[in-house]
């Protein structure tokens, strides 16, 4: 699909300088420009590379002025890096704009759908789910009984959404994501195993939620598993039955949380970080990656190692731990010169 400098400036609310018929099909980073393309100049950093690119068009910010002549067309903006990110999802928006229900795939006939919805071939639909205007479900995706997708939600494929789950508006669920599974939950016996507790539970993800590829998200032994509004999940995360995500928190990779812990608002969790169950995660928390999380965490703390301190301590601790074998040297000697005394 072919795009002209002025089409382009149009959707961004911006100024061509240079050809407005010029014309692009694909994007490119700033330093491998090719004819065709579009990229943007935000960073100074790369402010030279403006005068080398082979791309057809670029993204500026207004302030920008050129030292050399240039062989690209400018699209000038408020803020080159927003602008191109909105174009960034204008670009999906349109690549995604599948419409229609291929075959093979089964939608029950209890299953409502709504317009301009998309169903991928090989997916299953099950009894009584529903399906808001707008969503995208790709190939091989499992939709169970009951389920609730919201408008403009994305399925990518092979997704798996188990019986019971609700998915608000405009969520991406990744290739691999698994919600609605069994939570972890077994009782010892006098036998000296384990008798599995049931998970009569559901998942809720509400509204601008996204799950990165392979993280699962259980469901819970009674009541909810929330993820709520605006959340962002990495790649590979583990989110255990009757956990709390509250509203815009961000977590990284291979993170794990167990069950019936809550998280606050607006928190931002690196990755391989490992949160005990039953605990409270207050709100604006920071936690470095790797650190390992056993304790409630009050309001805007930010905390690293493991088991976590607070990472002024940390740092603190951390140097003196560098410093361990010259201090043990100088305390050997200390005692050396005591006992010789």
């Known amino acids: 699909m072919k795009f002209t400098a002025q089409q382009i400036a149009d959707i961004l609310e911006g100024e061509v300088v240079g050809n407005p018929e010029m014309e692009v099909s694909k994007l490119s980073k700033i330093e491998e420009g090719v004819q065709g393309s579009l990229t943007f100049l935000s960073n100074p950093k790369y402010k030279s590379y403006i005068y080398k690119t082979e791309a057809s068009v670029t993204i500026v910010n207004k302030t920008f002025n050129p030292d050399n002549p240039l062989k690209t067309t400018l699209i000038k903006v408020d803020d080159a890096y927003m602008a191109f990110s909105k174009l960034l999802e204008y670009y999906n928006s349109v690549k995604q704009n599948k419409v229609g229900i291929e075959q093979p795939s089964f939608i029950s006939e209890s299953a409502k759908y709504g317009d ?29 009984d009951n389920v609730t997708l919201g408008e403009n939600t994305i399925l990518f494929s092979g997704a798996k959404i188990y019986s019971d789950s609700i998915i608000g508006k405009n969520c991406v669920v990744n290739s691999g994501v698994i919600i609605g599974a069994d939570g972890f939950g077994y009782a010892p016996n006098e036998n000296g195993g384990y008798n599995k507790v049931p998970q009569t539970g559901n998942v809720i993800l509400e509204d601008y939620v996204d799950v990165g590829a392979c993280t699962t998200i259980d469901r819970a032994t009674l009541g909810s598993t929330i993820i709520r509004e605006g959340v962002k999940l990495d790649n590979q995360i583990q989110i255990a039955h009757n956990v709390e995500i509250g509203k ?20 931002q969790i690196g990755g391989q970080v490992g949160i005990a169950g039953h605990i ?20 805007n703390e930010i ?7 607070a990472i002024s301590d940390y740092n603190k601790s951390y140097v003196h731990f560098k410093n361990l074998p010259k201090i043990v040297k100088n305390l050997n000697d200390l005692e050396k010169i005591n006992g010789n005394s």
């Open 303 to 309: 905390l690293q190692g493991s088991p976590a301190l």
């Open 116 to 144: 301009k919805v998309y169903v991928g071939a090989f997916s299953y639909v099950g009894n009584n789910v529903v399906i808001a205007d707008n969503v995208k479900i790709y190939p091989n995706c499992y939709i169970g």
């Open 280 to 299: 409270t995660i207050g709100n604006n928390v920071k936690i470095q990656a790797q650190s390992g999380i056993a304790r409630h965490v009050k309001d």
């Open 248 to 267: 815009n928190t961000v977590i990284a990779a291979q993170t794990g949380v167990a069950g019936s812990t809550h998280i606050g608002e607006h928190c």
